[in-house]
């Protein structure tokens, strides 16, 4: 890992974010969480030339650093207030768990791959990112001891919406999550009541597979 922040990487997001601007992200708090944060920092120093491209990337455990349009796009819909405690499904790289800590929120985390795990966990205190709480286990279970969370964010793509997380979500509360095999459609539920929610599609993405269980 390089840790360093040079001029160079200043130079390369300012580009990044004018070509997520162009793709139609609005949210000035996203946008200049992407300007800040260095996204090379999160992933294999012989890739740092990759790390300013709109694109995914592997990392380790054969995983993904999501697109950093789609980071923008799934965060925007998510409308993160400061303050807000938000349960990320998927702590990968910790990319989006810094850009959700840059917005001001309480971040929990949960990974299934013990490698990931433990190197994020390891990783992110290091480039000043703390997130409240980082765990080893099965998302589709969601965090019952920290539920109800003002929002849910799914950073893989999801066979189905799993009931739980709906259920740990305050009302008023916003899941996020990449719903379909193969490809994915965005979708967010949005909870009214107890038992009511408002469901809205967005485009097409393509995710690596939210799996059931965890992995050592
Ligand atoms: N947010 C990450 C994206 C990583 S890709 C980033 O910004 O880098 C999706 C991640 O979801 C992978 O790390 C994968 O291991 C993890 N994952 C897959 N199924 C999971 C599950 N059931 N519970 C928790 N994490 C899961």
Known sequence: MILK????????RNQLVVIIEAKGIKDKNVLSAI?????????DSSFIDFAYQDKPFPIAAEQTISQPYTVAFQTELLKVKSGDKILEIGTGSGYQTAVLIELGAEVYSIERQKELYNLTKKFLPKVGYVPKKLMFGDGYLGMPDAAPFDGILVTAGAPYVPKTLLGQLKIGGRLVIPVGEGSQIMTLFIRKGDTSFEKHEFGDFRFVPLLKNSNK
């Open 35 to 43: 300007k800040k944060i260095p996204r090379h920092v999160f992933m």
């Open 5 to 12: 922040d040079l001029p160079k990487h200043k130079g390369l």
